[in-house]
């Protein structure tokens, strides 16, 4: 007997929620398609021993997009105890569709119908029994939000057994995956299934195919010899068979189809994509972020923390602590002197960060939730045209306002390898993460609204002119928008909180350790006496082209580690800057390359060599627009 | 009579009859995948700043270029 139970369902119909509810661990869950990338695992409380897996959503086998052929390999590579797929009950017909492909792999399987609460309140009518006896499958009716039929979905998975289900497919096809079948190794999915994915032309079929040694050729003449009988591609056929028989069967279990949803969150939901008013509602949103995040989490409480906690309180105390217990001078320093791990590295991360990074998630929380942001793509969709992208490339993007790297990870929900690329590399050039966007509205604020308009707009413009310009080198045709539009729900508390603590403790895993390394590295170098002679050396640089003062080298030598970090040196040189020296500094990091952390997720997702070249492009490009922007505040007079 | 997505006003109910045949084949998976397949019915939402459509409890958002090609018939003519 084999231990993991995986959990395979359509993009947001809650496998997360189950997943948590099965397992205790919580995985980001949200109200937009392409929320698991990966796929996660954990025990199931109540089935000792066994290894529960969350998969990525897949709207149908073959997989469209890298996320979903994680799920395709999963089925073809675990040797799975159970298969749970995870249907939303009010898109039944589409739900059955998979269903009929599902039921035929051979593996035990449970059908949790989920959102039984949204069904019901848009007035559908069916038998869940019924679908059961159709399809020869255990059919669980589930709210997971609300943990209704968790315990009925437990029991079904331990007394789950191989649907008695067979679609019969035109004859054509019937008799290639007979043919096909012959030929195909022993596998944890029948072998019908693998003709049926490696018909559709299902990529990690194929890859999984090579792996065991077949013969490709002989499979791939006997696909087009089947192909050459249709005009259509043989995905579409077989998708259309299995959405013909879905149809019947839905037709003979409901009773009653329901209407549209008519509350009030479905009708901001419809004014959120409206031609007219959804661009006041996106400026109501957009106002909403920056009272919370910019106003209370960048000014309220970044003074309360860093002012008055930390130089108030901590600081003196720690200070006089070190000092009177550790007589060695270059430790006191090396602990609280200027580059001191405690005065730079954690009061910036706790004092500085942390109130910016926790409001800014809060709030993305609460978008996410409520599902927002995908309304958000149909809204951008015209922006995004212009970048050769569409207006799915929204998420990721305003994932980076948070976190570059996470961003990063979430590029895969993109279709093609043209779009992640353009994509990772505008949110390596100028998207700002929250934190360094915390520090760079914090000086600017101090410069005035104009200083705040001129940063955004230059950043904007180089965002436009080179995503205009990676649109139209980079090879392979824009994809228009196509998305599916979740429904509005309201933001659950709960959802919001678990999710802003599972962010704050992937970016504080990543962002302390860096902080430190970072003050300790400048601390050496300080030390070594590298960091004067890197003033020097810079000084044509910095100060002949970009116009800052020679120390200013530093701040751009920290944001290698990570931007924010590069800008809090800048804003640790408070009064030494002019203002149009603090703005050109804080363009130039802004545009500068990505932390370290962000590096290598990019170096993981596009390889060594693309890395290489986009910092080769990002790092020159930053200190050309630094030291222009520089030269046009000079002939327009700013001060 | 089918026609394009594009030609019906807002609240039609429609059926799917098929493709343009300038509808690349990897798009033609996607609305697929999605359900859209000759046959089905749907409502149409709204034509800007997207086409917007309800394929059962779902709501799809496609860009002009694709519900032009989207092929559909009056399910109940007004």
């Known amino acids: 007997m084999n231990d993991s139970i995986a ?6 119909v809650g496998k997360s929620v189950i997943f948590h509810r099965l397992t205790g661990r919580y995985v980001n869950v949200a109200n937009y398609p392409g929320t698991t990338i990966e796929v996660a695992r954990g025990i199931a409380r109540g089935l000792p021993g066994v290894e529960v897996l969350d998969t990525p959503g897949v709207l149908t086998l073959p997989a469209r997009s890298e996320d979903e052929q994680a799920t395709a390999r999963i089925l073809l590579n675990e040797k799975l105890r159970a298969l749970v797929q995870v249907g939303d009950a009010k898109n039944l017909r589409r739900t059955v569709q998979l269903s009929l492909l599902l039921a035929e792999a051979g593996v035990p399987m449970v059908l949790a119908l989920n959102m039984m609460d949204e069904a019901k309140a848009r007035g559908m009518a069916f038998d869940p029994a019924k679908l059961a006896a159709e399809l020869g499958l255990a059919v669980v009716p589930t709210v997971a939000t609300g943990n209704e039929g968790m315990a009925a979905l437990t029991q079904a998975m331990t007394e789950a057994r191989i649907p008695v289900f067979r679609l019969t497919y035109a004859d054509e096809i019937e008799s290639a995956i007979d043919d096909l079948v012959l030929v195909l190794p022993a596998a944890h999915l029948s072998p019908r299934v693998i003709a049926l994915l490696y018909l559709a032309g299902d990529k990690a079929s194929e890859e999984w195919l090579a792996a065991q040694g077949i013969d490709l050729f002989a499979l791939a003449a006997r696909r087009e010899r089947l192909q050459d009988e249709y005009t259509e591609p043989l995905a579409e056929i077989l998708q259309r068979a299995r959405m013909t028989a879905a149809e019947a069967i839905v037709h003979r279990v409901v009773k009653n189809a329901g209407s549209a949803g008519h509350g009030w969150v479905q009708r901001i939901g419809q004014w959120s994509v409206h031609r007219w008013l959804g661009w006041p509602l996106l400026a109501l949103v957009l106002y909403g972020v920056y009272a919370f ?4 989490g960048a000014k309220y409480l970044v003074d309360l923390l860093e002012k008055q906690l930390f130089e108030g309180v901590i600081n003196p105390w720690f200070h006089s602590l070190v000092t009177t217990w550790i007589p060695i001078v270059w430790i006191q320093d090396f602990l609280v002197g200027p580059y001191g791990l405690w005065t730079m590295g954690m009061t910036y991360a706790l004092a500085l960060i942390l109130p910016i990074v926790t409001t800014f998630f809060i709030a993305f929380g609460i978008l996410e939730d409520s599902g927002y942001f995908a309304r958000l793509s149909v809204l951008s969709n015209r922006a995004f045209k ?12 305003v994932l980076g306002l948070g976190c570059v790297t996470m961003a990063t990870l979430t590029t895969r929900i993109l279709h093609t390898p043209r779009e992640r690329l353009i994509v990772t590399f505008l949110l390596a050039l100028a998207i700002p993460c929250s934190a360094q966007l915390g520090v760079v509205m914090g000086m600017l604020a101090s410069y005035g609204t104009g200083a705040f308009l001129i940063w955004l707009g230059t950043v904007i413009l180089v965002l436009f002119t080179v995503g205009w310009l990676s649109g139209k080198l980079v090879k392979g045709k824009r994809i228009p928008l196509m998305t599916e539009l979740p429904p509005m729900r309201l933001p659950v508390a709960g ?3 678990k999710k802003t603590w599972s962010r704050l403790k992937w970016y504080l895993e990543e962002v302390i350790p860096l902080f430190l390394i970072g003050a300790a590295l400048m601390f050496v170098l300080d030390r070594l006496g590298f960091l ?9 640089l910095v100060t002949g082209w970009l116009g800052l003062p020679k120390e200013a080298s530093a701040a751009l030598l920290m944001g290698f580690l990570r931007r924010d970090f590069g800008a809090t040196g800048l804003f ?3 009064s030494a800057l002019s203002p149009e020296q603090g703005l050109v500094g804080l363009v130039t990091l802004t545009i500068f390359v990505p932390c370290i952390a962000s590096t290598l997720m990019i170096i993981k997702e596009q390889g060594l060599k693309t890395a290489a070249i986009m910092m080769a492009l990002i790092i020159p490009l930053a200190f050309l627009i630094g030291g222009l922007l520089h030269r046009a505040l000079l002939f327009v007079g700013f001060a | 009579m089918e026609k394009p997505l594009r030609n019906f006003a ?16 990897d798009l ?20 800007h700043p997207v086409t917007r459509i309800a394929v059962e409890h779902a709501e799809l958002a496609l860009e002009d270029v694709i519900a032009q090609a989207v092929l559909v018939e009056e399910l109940h003519p007004t």
Request: charged share 10%.
């Open chain 1, 7 to 12: 959990l395979v369902g359509q993009p947001n």
């Open chain 1, 293 to 296: 995040v910019g106003q209370f």
């Open chain 1, 386 to 397: 212009v970048l050769g992208l569409n207006g799915r490339a929204v998420l990721p993007m």
């Open chain 1, 495 to 497: 959802n919001v909180a």
């Open chain 1, 532 to 540: 004067p002679w890197l003033i020097e050396a810079g000084e044509p």
């Open chain 1, 572 to 574: 640790a040189l408070g």
């Open chain 2, 10 to 25: 807002v609240g039609a109910r429609l059926i799917v009859r098929g493709f343009q045949d300038t509808l690349a084949p």
């Open chain 2, 28 to 47: 033609r998976g996607h609305l697929s995948a999605w359900g859209l397949t000759p046959g089905t019915p749907i409502t149409l939402l709204a034509h």
